[in-house]
């Protein structure tokens, strides 16, 4: 497969997981809480090996160009959505939030949100090196096989 391969399932999971994030978003606005935790449920499955392979691969070549700090910033916005999609499977079924809980969940799925759809921008940084591309493909597709969730990923602020 050619690096249009690459770039392509990459774009189709920003699609995928842009639809999820919306969906949740738009539940959690209409106090479908049931709903928004199924779709969590739902996102955390999809999410899971793209993360992973953002965070294991995919940054690390955004860092060449754009910095440690950048990467870090992108890292921090991956835990601020994970802590809401957590929120939302952890939260039972049937219990209600307060507004301020509502408010804040959704702030942190908005954020989410426009980070998953200005990270699909940062494409470019796949070059087109055929052999480099089909390797980091393999590795994408390797996460998908281990249906990794997004949940059991441990970032910095977590113990």
């Known amino acids: 497969m050619t690096s249009s391969g690459l770039r392509e399932a990459f774009l189709e999971d920003h699609r995928r997981l842009v639809r999820g994030l919306s969906a949740i978003v738009e539940a959690v606005e209409?106090?479908?809480l049931d709903q928004a935790a199924d779709l969590a449920a739902e996102l955390d499955a999809d999410a899971g090996a793209h993360m992973a392979f953002e965070e294991e691969v995919f940054y690390p070549r955004?860092?060449?160009t754009q910095g440690q700090s950048f990467v870090d910033r992108l890292m921090e916005e991956h835990e601020i959505g994970q802590r809401a999609i957590k929120a939302l499977l952890g939260r039972g079924s049937g219990n209600e939030l307060t507004e301020e809980e509502r408010r804040g969940l959704l702030a942190n799925l908005n954020l989410a949100l426009a980070h998953t759809l200005s990270c699909?921008?940062?494409?470019?940084?796949?070059d087109g090196d055929p052999e480099r591309d089909e390797e980091?493909?393999?590795?994408?597709?390797?996460?998908?096989r281990r249906a990794e969730l997004w949940s059991d990923r441990s970032y910095s602020g977590e113990d």
């Open 120 to 126: 699909g921008t940062l494409i470019s940084v796949i």
């Open 62 to 64: 955004i860092a060449e």
């Open 136 to 144: 980091e493909l393999g590795q994408l597709e390797d996460h998908r």
């Open 30 to 32: 209409e106090g479908e």
